[in-house]
């Protein structure tokens, strides 16, 4: 059997889960950058609209309605394209604000503030973000499709119950991004 050696932050991951599990009997998926291949969750994107599906690739694409067979697997999809750029998505990674709304009086909802990047990205001909799609515990809500005519950013009014809100955006030359926040 190969030697392998285990860096802290792997020991720590593999000690957290093993606890969690020892303490519920549950067994979590995280997703983690460092995390062994293994661990990570499968990712199915459409190749017809770019959708993205985790998990299980689904009977119909929640967006274009492409079929099953339109959707392949690609678990590497969001570490290569940070890979590829050296400012490690300064200007990709989607920014998350969650905020109670005022909005929706009649059923109160959490509104999802978005702006990609750190360093807002460009919106130009050559260089933009064609769409933000939203999730809420891994499960499709909806999207917002952008034009070089607006800026990187919208929101989502959520009435949705879950834990975690995820927003994936594409650029049409750096591919897909995403990023997650806590529900409150």
């Known amino acids: 059997m190969e030697e ?3 860096t802290r932050r792997e020991f720590l991951n593999v000690a957290a889960m093993g606890a969690a599990v020892a ?3 549950q067994v979590f998926s995280i997703l983690a950058k460092d995390e062994p291949p293994a661990m990570k969750m499968k990712l199915f994107v459409c190749s017809i609209c770019g959708h993205v599906e985790y998990g299980s690739a689904p009977e119909f694409c929640p967006v274009c309605h492409a079929s099953k067979d339109n959707f392949k697997q690609d678990d590497a999809l969001f570490t290569d394209a940070e890979a590829k750029l050296k400012d490690g998505g300064l200007s990709h990674t ?5 905020k109670k709304s005022e909005l929706i009086k009649e059923q109160p909802c959490h509104q999802v503030e978005v702006r990609v990047g750190k360093k807002l990205h460009p919106m130009e001909e050559a260089h ?6 939203c999730y809420v515990d891994d499960k499709y809500v ?4 952008l034009t070089v ?3 990187p950013a919208s929101s989502f009014l959520l009435k949705a119950l879950g834990k975690k809100v995820r927003i994936v955006e594409v650029c049409n030359l750096h591919g897909h991004w995403q990023a997650e926040a806590t529900l409150a």
Do not use: C, K, M, Y
């Open 4 to 6: 392998r050696n285990v």
């Open 23 to 25: 303490a519920t009997g």
């Open 94 to 98: 989607p920014e998350i604000i969650i």
């Open 128 to 133: 933009h973000i064609r769409f933000l799609d």
């Open 142 to 145: 909806s999207r917002i499709l």
């Open 149 to 151: 005519g607006v800026q």
